[in-house]
């Protein structure tokens, strides 16, 4: 089993629907969680970390559910410039040094 | 506010030409990355730094050489360009405090001919 998983998708949605992803992690001491978001070519970019009771920023939600061992990326209102690459990122405790990326879970919204 | 700078942007080498690929980060993170990203697959850990003086491998550290004399530097060397290095190059860092996340340099794109 991969230690950090997601759909590759794409999801395909229209404009102004409501999108989600789930990405799993394998490692039960994993304790940083973050949302990254990468255009096509390009660096990718933080859109949010996760919290344990969840936490929201304009359109998009996050969530962790430690006993499942899954976060979540929740989008509203989905614009035609929120399509693309949602990558997963967790960090275990303990001064682990090295983030997991998941392989990304690819968005695209169409008019 | 900078952030992680890279450079060069772009870079066309030949077979078994050396180069050396710059990240620069003024944010004073003790932990620096390189990754590097092929068409349509995900992030792959080549080198990484703990503090100044400190490097340890990745996932594919071969081809590649690093150093870390400065808390700010981050160069990653190629000996002799192989058309497999053929790659985007990604510079990250981030602090060494818990629960901080990755910032990450605009990229190196390096096709090797």
């Known amino acids: 089993r991969k230690e950090v998983e997601q759909d590759p998708g794409p999801f395909n949605v229209p404009e102004g629907a409501t999108v989600a992803f789930n990405c799993t992690y394998s490692?039960?001491?994993?304790?940083?969680f973050f949302w990254y978001r990468q255009d096509c070519r390009k660096e990718p970019k933080l859109l949010m970390s996760v919290y344990s009771s969840g936490n929201e920023d304009g359109r998009f939600t996050a969530q962790l559910n430690r006993a499942s061992q899954y976060i979540s990326l929740l989008i509203r209102d989905s614009k035609l410039s929120d399509s693309a690459t949602y990558l997963c990122?967790?960090?275990?405790?303990?001064?682990?040094?090295?983030?997991?990326f998941g392989r990304g879970t690819s968005l695209i919204v169409h008019p | 506010n900078a952030g992680v700078t890279q450079t060069p942007k772009f870079r066309i080498l030949k077979i078994g030409q050396s180069m050396t690929l710059q990240c620069t980060q003024d944010?004073?993170?003790?932990?620096m990355y390189w990754y590097r990203q092929d068409p349509g697959m995900g992030l792959k850990l080549i080198y990484y730094s703990v503090g100044a003086g400190i490097t340890d491998k990745g996932e594919v550290p071969n081809g590649y050489n690093v150093s870390r004399s400065t808390t700010e530097d981050f160069p990653l060397r190629l000996e002799l360009a192989a058309p497999s290095q053929t790659s985007v190059y990604f510079c990250?860092?981030?602090?060494?405090?818990?629960?901080?996340?990755?910032?990450f340099g605009d990229g190196t794109r390096l096709s090797i001919l």
């Open positions: 944010m004073n993170h003790n932990y």
């Open positions: 490692n039960s001491a994993s304790q940083s």
């Open positions: 990122v967790v960090t275990l405790s303990g001064g682990s040094y090295i983030p997991t």
């Open positions: 990250a860092s981030r602090s060494g405090q818990g629960g901080q996340p990755q910032h």
